[in-house]
């Protein structure tokens, strides 16, 4: 038999908050079909304080010469039909529609050749003055590259959900049941036509400029989606109809379909979120998120084992 472990406190890497074993009641009844419930448990992990920076990604790369998705041209087999021209390098940004333009679904989204992590919004932007920003115009590939370089992974769906939540349970927001906009960064007025403003920013915020949650984490709300490891599915499949909570620490690893249209999950909500629409900056809300394309609304924070986790052993 295992042998019995005790432990005082658990021991996390620099920046990162010791999040507790337990059970939760992950998604949310009565919301979203793809927020069906399911009971979870998790051990100890450890989660990033805050998202990370642009300052953190930019040592990343000087140490490592790493080109993300987004500073290389379009592959040919997966956009065979683009001439070398559209193929240039770039990402997807949010352009906020000018007053009195028809809005159709979506089509505040553009294609900006040139746009990358140095360049959120394209040629002409610059993040010299957004160094402790959260990192934009990351793919999955880029967020999971810069976690193995900094020895830790990405958080599993479960993990970022529970921990979201700050101790709380089964509240509709990381502080409570009601709606508290001064809490977080997101979009205040009609989205996307108004915005006031009233939190002093358009886009991202410098990480921590909102209080943390019960466990001490930023930014869990708003500010920029995350890259979680898990797969999309419609609804928590993998996990549901267990009458015990399941236990799992470990992402859903397995592509449920066809890779050129499988989809990551994102969590938390970004700057973007309104309450007229998406308003995903609950904990239970859920995103799909194609892989292999980065926005200038989600970024990534890093999650680990605890220190002072028991090496597993047998017999």
Not at 24 to 52: K, N
Not at 58 to 82: C, K, M, N, R
Not at 294 to 306: D, E, K, M
Request: net charge negative; hydrophobic share 35%; with cysteine.
């Amino acid at each position: 038999m295992a042998p019995s472990v005790a432990r005082a406190e658990t021991l996390c890497p620099p920046e990162m908050v010791p999040i507790p074993a337990g059970a939760f009641r992950m998604g949310a009844a009565g919301e979203l079909s793809e927020e069906a419930e399911a009971r979870v448990r998790l051990r100890p992990f450890c989660l990033g304080r805050r998202e990370v920076t642009n300052r953190e990604f930019a040592a990343f790369v000087a140490a490592t010469g790493y080109l993300t998705v987004a500073e290389q041209p379009l592959s040919t087999e997966q956009f065979p039909g683009l001439s070398d021209d559209e193929r240039r390098p770039g990402s997807v940004v949010f352009r906020q529609p000018a007053s009195g333009e028809p809005v159709q679904e979506l089509s505040w989204w553009q294609w900006v050749p040139g746009a990358d992590w140095r360049h959120p919004e394209g040629p002409g932007s610059s993040i010299e003055a957004r160094l402790d920003h959260p990192v934009v115009q990351v793919a999955l590939a880029d967020a999971e590259a810069y976690a193995a370089w900094a020895g830790a992974e990405l958080p599993s769906e479960a993990q970022w959900e529970f921990a979201a939540r700050g101790g709380l349970r089964d509240q509709v927001f990381s502080w409570g049941n009601t709606w508290q906009p001064d809490q977080a960064n997101t979009w205040q007025g009609e989205f996307p036509r108004t915005n006031s403003l009233a939190d002093g920013y358009a886009g991202t915020a410098p990480v921590g400029s909102f209080p943390a949650n019960g466990y001490g984490l930023l930014d869990m709300t708003g500010n920029v989606w995350e890259w979680t490891l898990d797969w999309y599915r419609p609804g928590h499949d993998r996990l549901a109809g267990q009458e015990d909570p399941v236990l799992t620490d470990a992402a859903d690893s397995s592509d449920p379909r066809d890779p050129g249209v499988a989809k990551h999950v994102i969590k938390g909500g970004s700057f973007l979120c309104a309450p007229n629409y998406c308003s995903r900056y609950r904990p239970a809300a859920r995103e799909a998120e194609s892989p292999d394309t980065g926005t200038s609304h989600i970024g990534f924070r890093l999650a680990s084992q605890p220190l002072d986790a028991p090496l597993e052993t047998h017999g």
